[in-house]
């Protein structure tokens, strides 16, 4: 079966054909799309075809997407343009006849009122209409987003508008397994997968921090009003504030909390904890 993956030189992308290929699946099989092919010239000495791609360049998604068996569509990068490339993406999927579309949404984009969750819900229905079987990854916030901060949580404590709220995230690579799972094992068109790991609060996050590294790390929650604020103070862009706090708004109404075990049941083991992926980055 040969598998064409999307966003192939960026975090995600990778790893998903990382995990394809320890699968088992022959790299002969399997084509890797990007923007900038030259983050990737190590899986093409291993034998991954690398293709240079666009969203926003339809005849060269339709060229690329020829004679493939299933499509690992990861989401575009660009808020605000989601939407339209998304569309492009699918319109020539559907228009070469892609036996399969794998694609990666956010959790409950069918119900969350979050700013991402409506270009998801919008890809969503788009990739419905096509008739083309698909599967829809639902991923929650990926531990990154709080590993990544490990610095400024130890020096100035954690800040954001999450309320009480839990997020059931989970580690890039164990998304990115889910995702090599579903193309790889069983049967599983039509099927929506709401997939994150053991959830937590702000304030779980940082007792969790405090507890490995003996320091004493707090949560101040603010309004997202004021969060937004206090981000543009720190020097975050109006825009990226707006959406980072938007973020915090769907933690504390649940939108990025996954109820049921879709992401262990695909793996094949339990998702990596914050308590282990903060370890890792401590």
């Known amino acids: 079966m040969s598998i064409t993956v999307t966003g192939a030189t960026g975090h995600l992308g990778r790893l998903i054909v990382e995990s394809l290929l320890r699968r088992g699946v022959p790299s002969d099989q399997i084509t890797a799309l990007g923007r900038n092919v030259a983050k990737a010239t190590d899986l093409s000495d291993r034998g991954v075809a690398v293709v240079p791609v ?93 590993t990544s901060q490990l610095p400024t949580y130890l020096e100035h404590g954690i800040t954001g508008a999450a309320g009480d709220g839990k997020v059931s995230a989970a580690t890039r690579a164990d998304f990115a397994e889910a995702a090599a799972a579903a193309l790889t094992t069983g049967s599983h068109a039509n099927q929506v997968y709401e997939l994150g790991g053991p959830p937590f609060t702000m304030t779980e996050l940082a007792a969790e921090i405090s507890r490995q590294t003996g320091k004493r790390i707090t949560y101040t929650d603010l309004p997202v009003d004021k969060y937004i604020e206090f981000l543009v103070a720190a020097g975050t862009p109006q825009s990226a504030a707006e959406l980072i706090a938007d973020g915090d708004r769907g933690v ?31």
């Open 252 to 282: 504390a109404r649940g939108y990025l909390h996954v109820e049921g075990n879709d992401l262990e049941r695909l793996i094949g083991r339990p998702p990596t904890s914050f308590a282990d992926a903060s370890r890792a980055a401590l």
């Open 54 to 146: 666009e969203y926003d360049d339809v005849e060269s998604l339709r060229r690329a997407f020829a004679d493939t068996d299933a499509l690992m569509f990861v989401s575009g990068s660009e808020t605000g343009k989601r939407v339209r490339q998304h569309r492009n993406v699918v319109s020539a999927a559907k228009e070469v006849g892609v036996g399969l579309i794998a694609y990666t949404s956010i959790s409950n984009a069918d119900s969350s009122t979050m700013m991402l969750a409506a270009e998801h819900e919008a890809t969503e229905h788009d990739i419905t209409n096509s008739g083309l079987p698909h599967i829809f990854l639902r991923n929650s916030w990926y531990l990154e987003n709080y």
